[in-house]
Nanobody, 119 residues
Framework: QVQLVESGGGLVQPGGSLRLSCAASGSIFTLYAMGWYRQAPGKQRELVALIISGGSTNYAESVKGRFTISRDNAKNTVYLQMNSLKAEDTAVYYC?????????????WGQGTQVTVSS
């Protein structure tokens, strides 16, 4: 019913930047909160950043001042601009989107995109 396609991951040197995108498609009536999570090897998945439909944002302490989340409601897309990347930012990044199809309301996950920060 709803598909999320992520893009923008890759290999970057410490101090570099990447921009992740997550586009939602399918039976979308309303989009609610949109967020980015990450999971490093051997660790639990953690919230990185969240943006609600009104535009308010919330960030993990570890990324404040370096990452910026934004959304384009016309394109059903959420972005994560990541600057001043550090080795500890290395992880698989997943988007999560709250969606109403008009019949049901559910949260959907993207397939994940690898971000590797290494020299």
């Amino acid at each position: 019913q709803v598909q999320l396609v992520e893009s923008g991951g890759g290999l970057v040197q410490p101090g570099g930047s990447l921009r992740l995108s997550c586009a939602a498609s399918g039976s979308i009536f309303t989009l609610y909160a949109m967020g980015w999570y990450r999971q490093a090897p051997g660790k639990q998945r953690e919230l990185v950043a969240l943006i609600i439909s009104g535009g308010s944002t919330n960030y993990a302490e570890s990324v404040k001042g370096r990452f910026t989340i934004s959304r384009d409601n016309a394109k059903n897309t959420v972005y994560l601009q990541m600057n001043s990347l550090k080795a500890e930012d290395t992880a698989v990044y997943y988007c999560n989107v709250g969606v109403s199809t008009g019949v049901i309301r559910a949260n959907y996950w993207g397939q994940g995109t690898q971000v590797t920060v290494s020299s």
